[in-house]
């Protein structure tokens, strides 16, 4: 299996830059939205942006400050290219389609087709067609019930979520998928966070982080890892900013040395555009791709040695110590230096910064949940916070930080296709259905299915999950294998070109738009990485006046199928939202009384036990010591392991730009970031073009062709590259332990002179 490319002619390699905002930021965004919004539209638009009478950014989930601490201008680089790429003035429209087939779209590139601007019409190819046509909207809803109930079985059918989908999309969407008869609810999550959600949920009972941003604020101890927040969740940084002037101590664990781990210059202070801004790591780990879990148990065994536990909070409110301690005091130091590639003096010191922190603070990311042992890892997190009491206690705590603006908003709102019993028991009896309760498929056995002939209908709530899922060449064949593809998008992406039998792209409303679905205004509502929830409106015009809302489409393809079934209101929740939160308070956990709280402003913090109140709704009623035993994988001579990484121009599979100047890019995204020793093992030089080549146990070869070497800093035996051009390499069947999660960061390759 290969991706034919041919090297970049443009591209070009600079020292990389070192500061991680400041004027190159501002200028970059700014220019990015003038260009494609223009600038009344960019104004009005980025004020709004974060703001609480305004619209939730579509970028990544990182909480908003209170109401009364929030900047004029609150949003990052990150935010203002997500607005500018959905406020997009150029249009889509019966006309592009009627010139480009599907076999020319299928070789122009992702950074192409989102430069063609936004999807304004309700389109479908039909079996055997060549492009894509306009369809009417109920002809669309008829044509998708038609494929539905034709099904013999109702789990042939797959209900995929984006992160973007807001609560009220999400609660009826997984409504719809249950009352047809299925649990087939794949999400984006089951790509990223998947490894969190289930760590968590086995220690300590709730698959959440566990801190609010004051707790962050103040820490005197915050560890990330595995996370590059200056590219991937720039709001972050003031949040470390503010942090570090409180007088925290910051350690990075990761295998790049990222600009935005080192340094941050805040636009919204004076001087904060070109001064030196403030320096954010005190201590940096360049670990080895995957030895974070070996990392963590020399750390408490390093912690245990030197007599550091909260044995209050141990024997209160934990259960499993003396067997983790038994297991950890038997660590051995020499797989841990080689599984981490870090010297022990460098452990014993972070051991010590531990040990006289008082209140820590533990950040993490996919650096950590996509490999094979990535929910080990993230129990042995918890063994950690566990030992020194460090949750439920102000200014400590977990705190996984999520990627996408309302992927922890979709799970809470039931999109999971291994729901509890419990949820499932409160959405039966307030719609009047027995739910099924077979578990349903994630994204990789989602993909499974289509392969091997056991699915036929695909539909995605937004996303692009054709480049956002591994093993690039078995995820399209399969989706091309599906007899219907359904596809709800604001820009046109990979997803569309490779379509099912039949096809339908439906055209929806941004979140920078106006909602006047059932003649009013209307709201919809998100949540963030630390459980808070909000209400998001839009206010620019839309981009068509035929775009429908995501509760629309969803309530008239559930209302074409299903029709009266249930007495389900489908039309009553199209046209009046706060009917669909009435709902919601009745049967999520921790919503009651969910549409009178989104009127506060700034929204409301959902419970969370370990948080609260040290309580730990596990089986055992306590939080988990948990032993996962330590193995160490060896890579052969001569092979590299990659991991898959965003560009600073990148926001998941949406690529706005072609440069990355924090790594020195520009210009192109061909590139593969290898350190010097493995350069000159391996013969080759900065500058060479390569293929990469995946090994795996299956024996196939998977290739992706024509990337230029550049030498970075980078582990030995290490290399990075970006996503998605990479994820040809991952088969689909490499997944990590217990989450099924595609493991994007753990690649066993070889690099070959180009063909």
């Known amino acids: 299996m290969s991706t034919a490319a041919v090297p970049e002619p443009d591209l070009r390699v600079t020292p990389p830059k070192t500061a991680a905002a400041g004027l190159p930021a501002v200028a970059v965004s700014l220019g990015m939205a003038v260009g494609q919004m223009g600038v009344a539209r960019t104004a009005r638009n980025l004020l709004r942006l974060n703001q609480v009478d305004g619209f939730d950014c579509m970028s990544c989930a990182w909480p908003d400050p209170d109401p009364k601490h929030r900047h004029t201008a609150e949003f990052c680089e990150n935010g203002a290219k997500a607005v500018a790429w959905e406020g997009d003035t150029r249009r889509i429209d019966r006309t592009f389609f009627a010139e480009h087939s599907l076999a020319d779209l299928e070789e122009r590139s992702e950074y192409w087709m989102g430069q063609q601007g936004r999807l304004t019409e309700p389109m479908v190819r039909r079996a055997g067609g060549t492009h894509y046509e306009p369809i009417g909207?109920?002809?669309?809803?008829?044509?998708?019930?038609?494929?539905?109930?034709?099904?013999?079985?109702?789990?042939?059918?797959?209900?995929?979520?984006?992160?973007?989908?807001?609560?009220?999309?999400?609660?009826?969407?997984?409504?719809?998928?249950?009352?047809?008869?299925?649990?087939?609810?794949?999400?984006?999550?089951?790509?990223?966070?998947?490894?969190?959600?289930?760590?968590l949920a086995e220690t300590i009972g709730v698959g959440k982080g566990s801190v609010s941003l004051d707790d962050l604020h103040h820490a005197d101890l915050i560890v990330i890892s595995g996370q590059?927040?200056?590219?991937?969740?720039?709001?972050?940084?003031?949040?470390?900013?503010?942090?570090?002037?409180?007088?925290?101590?910051?350690?990075?664990i990761n295998p790049l040395r990222e600009a935005g781990l080192l340094r941050f210059n805040n636009p919204q202070k004076?001087?904060?555009?070109?001064?030196?801004?403030?320096?954010?790591?005190?201590?940096f780990l360049q670990i080895r791709s995957n030895g974070d879990h070996a990392l963590w148990q020399a750390l408490g065994h390093l912690l245990l040695a030197r007599g550091v536990a909260d044995h209050a909070f141990i024997a209160a409110h934990t259960r499993g110590f003396e067997a983790w301690a038994a297991h950890v005091a038997e660590i051995d130091r020499d797989a841990v230096v080689a599984a981490t590639g870090l010297e022990w003096d460098e452990i014993e010191r972070t051991a010590d910064m531990l040990a006289s922190a008082e209140r820590i603070v533990h950040c993490w990311a996919m650096g950590i949940t996509q490999h094979r042992d990535a929910v080990a890892t993230i129990k042995e997190f918890v063994n950690v916070a566990l030992l020194q009491g460090m949750i439920g206690k102000p200014g400590a705590g977990l705190c996984p930080v999520r990627g996408h603006s309302n992927v922890q908003g979709d799970r809470t709102m039931g999109i999971w296709e291994r729901?509890?019993?419990?949820?499932?028991?409160?959405?039966?009896?307030?719609?009047g259905f027995e739910p099924p309760r077979e578990h349903g498929l994630d994204a990789v056995k989602a993909v499974a299915a289509l392969r091997d002939g056991d699915a036929d209908v695909f539909v995605g709530l937004?996303?692009?999950?054709?480049?956002?899922?591994?093993?690039?060449?078995?995820?399209?064949?399969?989706?091309?294998?599906?007899?219907?593809?359904?596809?709800?998008?604001?820009?046109?992406?990979?997803?569309?070109?490779?379509?099912?039998?039949?096809?339908?792209?439906?055209?929806?409303?941004?979140?920078?738009?106006?909602?006047?679905?059932?003649?009013?205004?209307?709201?919809?509502t998100v949540e963030d990485s630390m459980s808070a929830v909000h209400a998001s409106r839009g206010r620019a015009e839309p981009a068509s006046r035929q775009l429908r809302s995501e509760v629309d489409i969803i309530c008239g393809i559930a209302a074409a199928t299903l029709g009266s079934r249930f007495g389900i209101p489908w039309h009553d929740f199209a046209v009046d939202y706060d009917t669909i939160r009435e709902r919601i308070g009745r049967v999520v956990p921790g919503c009651a009384g969910y549409a009178e709280k989104i009127r506060t402003r700034g929204g409301f913090v959902l419970p969370h036990g370990p948080r609260d109140s040290r309580t730990f709704p596990t089986a055992s009623g306590r939080a988990e010591f948990t032993v996962s035993p330590l193995a160490v994988t060896a890579v052969p001579e001569g092979r590299l392991v990659l991991q898959t990484i965003r560009s600073h121009d990148q926001f998941n599979t949406t690529v706005y730009g072609l440069d990355d100047r924090y790594r020195g890019i520009h210009h192109g995204r061909r590139v593969v970031f290898v350190g010097s020793a493995d350069l000159a093992e391996l013969g080759l030089?900065?500058?060479?073009?390569?293929?990469?080549?995946?090994?795996?146990?299956?024996?196939?070869?998977?290739?992706?062709?024509?990337?230029?070497?550049?030498e970075y800093s980078t582990p030995k035996g290490?290399?990075?590259?970006?996503?998605?051009?990479?994820?040809?390499?991952?088969?689909?069947?490499?997944?990590?332990?217990?989450?099924?999660?595609?493991?994007?960061?753990w690649v066993v390759v070889r690099l070959e002179p180009s063909r």
């Open 419 to 431: 729901s509890p019993a419990s949820f499932l028991d409160a959405l039966g009896a307030e719609f």
């Open 685 to 710: 030089a900065d500058g060479d073009v390569v293929d990469l080549v995946s090994e795996w146990e299956d024996g196939i070869e998977r290739r992706a062709d024509a990337f230029r070497v550049v």
């Open 270 to 283: 004076p001087g904060g555009l070109t001064g030196h801004g403030t320096e954010l790591a005190d201590h």
């Open 462 to 524: 937004g996303g692009n999950f054709a480049s956002a899922m591994s093993d690039t060449a078995v995820t399209e064949a399969a989706l091309r294998r599906a007899k219907l593809t359904v596809q709800i998008s604001t820009k046109l992406n990979r997803s569309h070109v490779v379509a099912g039998e039949t096809a339908l792209i439906l055209p929806t409303l941004g979140r920078t738009e106006k909602d006047r679905t059932g003649g009013i205004v209307q709201r919809v």
């Open 228 to 252: 590059n927040p200056g590219t991937n969740h720039p709001r972050m940084l003031s949040a470390l900013e503010i942090a570090k002037r409180n007088g925290a101590t910051i350690i990075a």
């Open 718 to 745: 290490c290399a990075a590259a970006y996503y998605p051009e990479t994820n040809p390499l991952i088969p689909l069947e490499s997944t990590a332990e217990f989450s099924n999660t595609p493991t994007s960061k």
């Open 137 to 199: 909207w109920d002809a669309a809803f008829a044509l998708v019930a038609e494929h539905l109930t034709a099904l013999d079985d109702p789990n042939r059918a797959l209900f995929y979520t984006s992160g973007r989908a807001s609560n009220e999309a999400a609660f009826v969407y997984q409504l719809f998928a249950r009352a047809f008869g299925t649990n087939n609810l794949p999400d984006c999550s089951n790509m990223c966070h998947e490894s969190t959600s289930v760590g």
